[in-house]
């Protein structure tokens, strides 16, 4: 019976730290956006945008503004990449799109093994830099909505050089 109950805290202990270990080495951002058009018209965009973006085509002169692929689409629902070309790190992009009386996009960017806060500001960037050169900032209705606590780097990312 001993040697049960220590097998299960030993099982148990090892699961916790496997667990921890796996989180740190994630990291995450989650990003909504409004906009006045229709989900159509935004899905259009950012394929686009992804495409004009793709690996090997930009990256010369253009920073992080390169290295996109675009994985899949469905409807309302676009996947996509990014690899940074300084660190090589692939970040997950995964749009959601809901479309109201606005069409609301919730974005997440992830990218496996870092916590680096300059990372962070990569995965923001990664789906801020797509919404600046689709030029869907500049559409009607258009809001952002996010923060440091759900978009690490959020609040501190400066997007214009990367």
């Not at 600046?132 to 214009?160: H, M, R, V």
Request: some cysteine; charged content about 20%; hydrophobic content about 40%.
């Amino acid at each position: 019976m001993d040697l049960r109950l220590l097998l299960v805290a030993s099982a148990l202990l090892l699961g916790a730290t496997l667990s921890l270990s796996l989180a740190d080495r994630t990291s995450q951002c989650k990003v909504k956006w409004l906009f006045g058009i229709s989900c159509e018209d935004v899905t259009v965009k950012l394929v686009s945008q992804i495409k004009a973006w793709q690996i090997g085509q930009s990256c010369q002169y253009e920073g992080e503004r390169c290295s996109y692929e675009l994985v899949s689409t469905a409807p309302y629902v676009i996947k996509a990449t990014h690899t940074t070309p300084a660190t090589k790190n692939v970040n997950d992009l995964q749009f959601l799109l809901e479309q109201s009386t606005v069409c609301k996009v919730t974005e997440e960017a992830g990218s496996e093994f870092s916590k680096d806060l300059a990372d962070d500001s990569v995965n923001y960037c990664s789906l801020q830099n797509l919404m600046d050169g689709s030029d869907l900032i500049s559409a009607e209705g258009y809001k952002q909505f996010s923060n440091k606590w759900i978009c690490p780097g959020f609040d501190s990312a400066n997007c214009t050089f990367l």
